[in-house]
């Protein structure tokens, strides 16, 4: 009898293994495949059967001894995320991005605490490599809990954009890290001090917003983007405590991939990632030579009806989106005028900058759900040599990323940031709500260029006005 | 430290190199699926929260563990649905005449 029951708990430990080491193997091919767009959804779904195996394979765990709580959290949290996931606009994906992430850390610290309590319970010594991971799992899932609800709300404008700054916040920001060293250290020397890391836990909690506070609206894509790749090594982390692989491989390659996207970013705006966190860029404080310089410039103005004029005889136009695009809700618009102008035999590309929009890729994902195909959108190094042979730039709602100050001011404070070189198209037409500075807080020498006209107003009404004139143009 | 620890520090490792290289490859263009998809991964870690809520013999321990699952399912759920969402998006020219509109 005790031989036969050995023998199913065997076959059943083993076969969780096995789901296990397939569930990792999945993962990978599954973001292998996001390597192209033609293969990208594909590489989601693999990924998600990856997820789904692991999580069936974990029910045959000998240590789940009720599955109401389970089922019912799980109930819970599917439709609650389901919901969400169907229901967000697309101009919102990077908040949706930062709250999902956001539940990840909470999970994975609260993982954390709760094995801490039971090992403490059970009177079991944890070893220090587990006692480590313990500490470092609960303050990185909350440090990455709190920023990202902080990210969440300065995205969603519940908070202000602006870089929240008070006296003494190093210190204190200082104060809180010292407070988690030491925590921490008291609870990998000592043995089922329950107190210490509960404390551990709350002031980590207050850390993760107290760091993301002072940080701008503009820069909450790298924020996003750090935050992601510490939930991927927090879970990583509860790997070691579980002594479960398949979580390390999982957490380590989202740790990689988040870091990753990270120096992209930074790179992309030529800034570090110590000056986006630490720099509290776009607070106003910055004089750039454009804001120094006292001489009235004029800009030129233009209506609705001389721009689809400008459009209809255009050969090539390139359309440069950028936030304001989305915040109008303008991609479907914008479609729709570039496919008249294609009626018309004008050539229509789009001109995407890395860091347009608020998240990598976000023009991307906007203009994909407009139906424009995604081998007309033209990435930086592809399409700068094509301006010089541009009749008609549109610009929706861009400003820092084809600021010519990034190329040629070496006193402006986005000097060196690359940049797309709408300047050099033959006309420039920029689409504007108002003149209104950029998240750099700067100003763009591109609207008082001799050959830029501005359109003002909102970037969808102010399109829905040019596609009508065109008609009759 | 442990064995089991030891070789969790081995996989770790090896899954850095494995994470980089695979992600490299992947274009700007998917850049925010890949953030979103790879959100939806660490997901995975509301494995701990299942083992924690199914095995928790306090009712502290149960409620924590019920949290996380709902965290963490919430997380998994919305992750690869919101990623799929955008995918379904990208498509090339040839393909997209009969969804205009869509």
Known sequence: ?473 | MSVELVLGVYVFILAMFVGFEVIARVPSVLHTPLMSATNAIHGIVVLGAMLVAGGADTPLLKTLGFIAVVFGAANVFGGFVVTDRMLEMFRKRDDDEGKRGG
Request: charged share 15%; aromatic share 6%; proline share 3%.
């Open chain 1, 1 to 473: 009898m005790t031989m036969r029951a050995n023998a199913v708990a065997d076959l059943r430990s083993s076969a969780i293994a096995a789901s296990y080491i397939v569930a990792a193997v999945l993962f990978i091919f599954g973001l292998k495949r996001l390597s192209s767009p033609a293969t990208a959804r594909q590489g989601n779904r693999l990924a998600a059967a990856g997820m789904t195996l692991a999580l069936v394979a974990t029910l045959l765990d000998r240590q789940i001894v009720s599955f109401w709580t389970i089922a019912i959290g799980m109930a819970i949290g599917a439709a609650i995320g389901t919901y969400f996931a169907r229901t967000v606009q697309m101009t919102a994906m990077p908040q949706m991005v930062a709250l999902f992430n956001g539940m990840g850390g909470a999970t994975a610290a609260l993982v954390s605490v709760a094995e801490y309590l039971r090992l403490a319970r059970n009177g079991a010594d944890a070893g220090a490599g587990e006692e480590i991971s313990i500490v470092l799992g609960t303050i990185i899932g909350a440090v990455s809990f709190t920023g990202s609800l902080v990210a969440f709300g300065k995205l969603q404008e519940i908070l202000s954009g602006k870089p929240l700054q008070f006296p003494l916040q190093k210190a204190l920001n200082g104060f809180l890290l010292a407070a988690i060293a030491l925590l921490g250290f008291v609870i990998v020397a000592g043995t089922g001090e329950t107190a210490a890391l509960w404390a551990l836990f709350a002031t980590a909690l207050l850390l993760g917003a107290m760091f993301v506070l002072p940080i701008g609206g503009g820069d909450m894509p790298v924020v996003i983007s750090i935050l992601n790749s510490l939930t991927g090594l927090a879970a990583a982390l509860t790997g070691f405590v579980l002594h479960n692989q398949m979580l390390v491989v999982a957490g380590v390659l989202v740790g990689a991939s988040g870091t990753l996207l990270t120096l992209l970013m930074s790179n992309a705006m030529n800034r570090s990632v110590a000056n986006v966190l630490f720099g509290a860029f776009g607070s106003g404080l910055v004089a750039g030579s454009g804001t120094a310089d006292d001489t009235p410039r004029s800009i030129r103005q233009t209506t609705a009806e001389d721009t689809a004029i400008a459009l209809a005889y255009a050969r090539s136009v390139v359309i440069v989106p950028g936030y304001g695009l989305a915040v109008a809700e303008a991609q479907h618009t914008v479609r729709e005028l570039a496919t008249d102008l294609e009626k018309r035999g004008v050539s229509v590309k789009y001109a995407i900058h890395p860091v347009a929009g608020r998240m990598p890729g976000h023009m991307n994902v906007l203009l994909a759900e407009a139906n424009v195909p995604y081998d007309q959108l033209l990435e930086m190094e592809q399409v700068n040599g094509e301006f010089a042979q541009t009749d008609v730039v549109l610009v929706v709602g861009a400003n820092d990323v084809v600021n010519p100050a990034a190329r040629d001011d070496p006193s402006s404070p986005i000097y060196g940031m690359p940049i797309l070189d709408v300047d050099k198209a033959r006309n420039i037409i920029v689409l504007k709500r108002s003149m209104g500075h950029g998240f750099a807080g700067i100003e763009n020498a591109l609207f008082h260029h001799e050959k830029t006209r501005m359109l003002f107003g909102d970037a969808r009404k102010s399109l829905t006005e040019v596609g009508q004139s065109l008609k009759s143009a």
